[in-house]
């Protein structure tokens, strides 16, 4: 039952406002004795020429509702108190009827391309990429529930002048029994010392240059070796990605649009939008901004050059409704450019174009740089936090059953869970000892939460005891706030999808895990009354929403811990 939209009905039987304008105004009160929904009449006292406490006891006055057991006039604003039991009973019934399908909508449909994660071919995965890659997948998954048909591309950054520069690097110090030993940390190496030693022998520099110009000219030998580096580095960007339980639905990256930059130079030539500029090939912007570069003065191409080929391309391919980039905070005027080109070139699908970007993660405050060395690694730190959670589990419950798997889930859900409750574009400075930690506003305290719902449905189910389908009221306070939350989380998942937000998502799990802990906390629920089945049916329907939440996050959820 949606409340909400009832409060929205009786407030327009009575004024002279479209719903949408009632909807947009309705607050929640701060104080929960104040009443569960309050509409503020002050933007009526100029049409009506009266107080705005007069307007709302006018209002209050004419209006009942079997759903509300209050409804009254508090100054300038109109409370609704929602009638307990009702809002129990109805979203018990709700929640247990539509099971993980809760919270289903059809906001939209069609195809949603969402370019994510995107890591550079020959480096190992830091923990810079997981930002992309976690949100990026929540997005997917929480598109997926609102009706769209998500479309993951791993945009691989497999072309460019650092290609040059790492075959340079191989050809100088490489070993090849080396790099199949481990090809990553080997290629990593290699284009770590490169750059140092570029510091004090700039020539290296050139040489690195005449390899990516040997690269693009199809010589065998740059050829074989871009090839080669490609393929074992995205062999390893699967197995972490495995780890993190995310895949793609498409790895075409840089190198693929190769051919298809020429055209879309061509095209910008036809259109008459293409002017030289200090040698260069540009697009002007608009008046009091730089022109944006489409080649070089030396004749080559840039990253937008090939992002309107791909954005061209994915049109094509994929029809798309919406197209998401799941990249950086500091490339947001590289996408202002992509979005204002194509506008330029007569595309209206640009203005379906969204940058979803994100702050940085750093450590003891301090930027993480792969170029410099000053990197930490994204396998080492999921494996460092199964390590902590399975430390955890042994102290905490010895004799679990599959402790690997669930050390397995904890672990890398915590790294997720930590990333996505944070708002994403705030910077944050990232702990492992805090980041798994079973209390706190954490993964796994969430995790816990559930796993200890599902124990309770455990013993109940061997004392004969099983959540009721039919009597559902509850009047406790304890009920009422636990059922609140469960009653709002269509719109969490609404509200996170309009956003690209993620972490609306991750808040709302933590708030709905703290007010059942405070339920398990005050009320006895295994005692034998006529109520005890209902009880289970509220710690049946939370572990479904956390469950859920936790899911469309991209962490599992252990039924024990």
Same mark, same amino acid.
């Given at each position: 039952?949606?409340?909400?939209?009832?409060?929205?009905?009786?407030?327009?039987?009575?004024?002279?406002?479209?719903?949408?304008?009632?909807?947009?105004?309705?607050?929640?009160?701060?104080?929960?004795?104040?009443?569960?929904?309050?509409?503020?009449?002050?933007?009526?006292?100029?049409?009506?020429?009266?107080?705005?406490?007069?307007?709302?006891?006018?209002?209050?006055?004419?209006?009942?509702?079997?759903?509300?057991?209050?409804?009254?006039?508090?100054?300038?604003?109109?409370?609704?108190?929602?009638?307990?039991?009702?809002?129990?009973?109805?979203?018990?019934?709700?929640?247990?009827?539509?099971?993980?399908?809760?919270?289903?909508?059809?906001?939209?449909?069609?195809? !949603?391309?969402?370019?994510?994660?995107?890591?550079?071919?020959?480096?190992?995965?830091?923990?810079?990429?997981?930002?992309?890659?976690?949100?990026?997948?929540?997005?997917?998954?929480?598109?997926?529930?609102?009706?769209?048909?998500?479309?993951?591309?791993?945009?691989?950054?497999?072309?460019?002048?650092?290609?040059?520069?790492?075959?340079?690097?191989?050809?100088?110090?490489?070993?090849?029994?080396?790099?199949?030993?481990?090809?990553?940390?080997?290629?990593?190496?290699?284009?770590?010392?490169?750059?140092?030693?570029?510091?004090?022998?700039?020539?290296?520099?050139?040489?690195?240059?005449?390899?990516? +110009?040997?690269?693009?000219?199809?010589?065998?030998?740059?050829?074989?070796?871009?090839?080669?580096?490609?393929?074992?580095?995205? &062999?390893?960007?699967?197995?972490?990605? +495995?780890?993190?339980?995310?895949?793609?639905?498409?790895?075409?990256?840089?190198?693929?649009?190769?051919? +298809?930059?020429?055209?879309?130079?061509?095209?910008?030539?036809?259109?008459?939008?293409?002017?030289?500029?200090?040698?260069?090939?540009?697009?002007?912007?608009?008046?009091?901004?730089?022109?944006?570069?489409?080649?070089?003065?030396?004749?080559?191409?840039?990253?937008?050059?090939?992002?309107?080929?791909?954005?061209?391309?994915?049109?094509?391919?994929?029809?798309?409704?919406?197209?998401?980039?799941?990249?950086?905070?500091?490339?947001?005027?590289?996408?202002?450019?992509?979005?204002?080109?194509?506008?330029?070139?007569?595309?209206?699908?640009?203005?379906?174009?969204?940058?979803?970007?994100?702050?940085?993660?750093?450590?003891?405050?301090?930027?993480?740089?792969?170029?410099?060395?000053? !990197?930490?690694?994204?396998?080492?730190?999921?494996?460092?936090?199964?390590?902590?959670?399975?430390?955890?589990?042994?102290?905490?419950?010895?004799?679990?059953?599959?402790?690997?798997?669930?050390?397995?889930?904890?672990?890398?859900?915590? !790294?997720?869970?930590?990333?996505?409750?944070?708002?994403?574009?705030?910077?944050?400075?990232?702990?492992?000892?805090?980041?798994?930690?079973?209390?706190?506003?954490?993964?796994?305290?969430?995790?816990?939460?559930?796993?200890?719902?599902?124990? !309770?449905?455990?013993?109940?189910?061997?004392?004969?005891?099983?959540?009721?389908?039919?009597?559902?009221?509850?009047?406790?306070?304890?009920?009422?706030?636990?059922?609140?939350?469960?009653?709002?989380?269509?719109?969490?998942?609404?509200?996170?999808?309009?956003?690209? &937000?993620?972490?609306?998502?991750?808040?709302?799990?933590?708030?709905?895990?703290?007010?059942?802990?405070?339920?398990?906390?005050?009320?006895?629920?295994?005692?034998?009354?006529?109520?005890?089945?209902?009880?289970?049916?509220?710690?049946?329907?939370?572990?479904?929403?956390?469950?859920?939440?936790?899911?469309?996050?991209?962490?599992?959820?252990?039924?024990?811990?």
């Amino acid at each position: 039952m949606d409340f909400k939209n009832e409060v929205v009905d009786l407030v327009a039987s009575q004024v002279d406002l479209p719903k949408e304008k009632i909807a947009a105004l309705i607050e929640r009160p701060k104080n929960a004795k104040m009443g569960d929904y309050a509409f503020p009449a002050f933007i009526l006292a100029k049409t009506l020429h009266k107080n705005p406490a007069e307007i709302a006891k006018n209002i209050a006055d004419n209006l009942s509702s079997d759903n509300f057991a209050n409804i009254q006039a508090v100054g300038p604003y109109v409370n609704f108190a929602i009638d307990h039991e009702k809002l129990v009973s109805s979203t018990l019934k709700d929640v247990l009827t539509e099971k993980e399908h809760y919270g289903d909508q059809k906001i939209g449909e069609g195809n !949603v391309p969402i370019d994510m994660s995107s890591p550079n071919i020959a480096k190992p995965m830091s923990m810079g990429h997981l930002r992309s890659t976690v949100i990026g997948n929540s997005i997917a998954k929480t598109m997926e529930k609102v009706g769209y048909t998500p479309i993951k591309i791993n945009y691989l950054g497999d072309y460019g002048t650092q290609f040059g520069k790492l075959i340079a690097a191989y050809k100088h110090w490489g070993n090849e029994e080396d790099v199949k030993k481990d090809p990553i940390m080997n290629l990593f190496h290699y284009y770590v010392r490169f750059h140092k030693e570029a510091e004090d022998n700039p020539e290296l520099d050139d040489e690195g240059r005449e390899w990516f +110009k040997k690269l693009e000219d199809g010589d065998p030998e740059a050829v074989k070796l871009w090839k080669w580096f490609r393929e074992v580095s995205l &062999e390893d960007f699967k197995r972490i990605y +495995k780890e993190l339980g995310v895949s793609f639905d498409s790895y075409n990256g840089e190198a693929f649009f190769n051919d +298809k930059m020429q055209p879309v130079i061509d095209e910008l030539k036809e259109k008459g939008l293409l002017h030289e500029s200090r040698g260069a090939q540009v697009v002007d912007m608009g008046p009091d901004e730089n022109p944006a570069i489409i080649v070089k003065s030396d004749g080559t191409s840039i990253y937008l050059t090939r992002d309107l080929a791909a954005a061209e391309w994915r049109m094509k391919e994929y029809n798309f409704v919406k197209m998401l980039y799941v990249v950086g905070n500091e490339q947001a005027q590289h996408f202002v450019e992509l979005k204002t080109v194509l506008k330029k070139m007569g595309y209206d699908w640009s203005d379906e174009i969204h940058h979803i970007p994100f702050g940085l993660i750093t450590q003891g405050g301090k930027k993480l740089s792969t170029r410099k060395g000053n !990197v930490v690694f994204l396998d080492q730190v999921l494996k460092d936090a199964v390590s902590l959670a399975k430390k955890q589990i042994e102290e905490k419950n010895p004799d679990l059953a599959d402790k690997d798997q669930v050390a397995h889930d904890v672990g890398v859900g915590a !790294v997720v869970f930590h990333d996505l409750k944070n708002d994403r574009l705030d910077n944050f400075d990232f702990d492992l000892e805090e980041v798994v930690r079973f209390e706190g506003d954490t993964g796994p305290y969430v995790q816990y939460t559930n796993a200890r719902a599902q124990s !309770v449905l455990r013993k109940a189910a061997a004392m004969g005891e099983n959540p009721s389908e039919t009597d559902l009221a509850l009047d406790d306070d304890w009920a009422f706030a636990v059922a609140k939350d469960l009653a709002d989380f269509p719109r969490i998942v609404a509200r996170s999808a309009e956003k690209f &937000e993620p972490s609306v998502i991750a808040k709302f799990a933590l708030d709905l895990a703290k007010k059942f802990n405070k339920y398990y906390a005050n009320v006895k629920i295994l005692t034998k009354d006529d109520k005890i089945g209902a009880r289970l049916a509220l710690v049946q329907a939370t572990s479904i929403v956390l469950t859920e939440s936790l899911r469309l996050l991209g962490v599992n959820a252990p039924k024990e811990m």
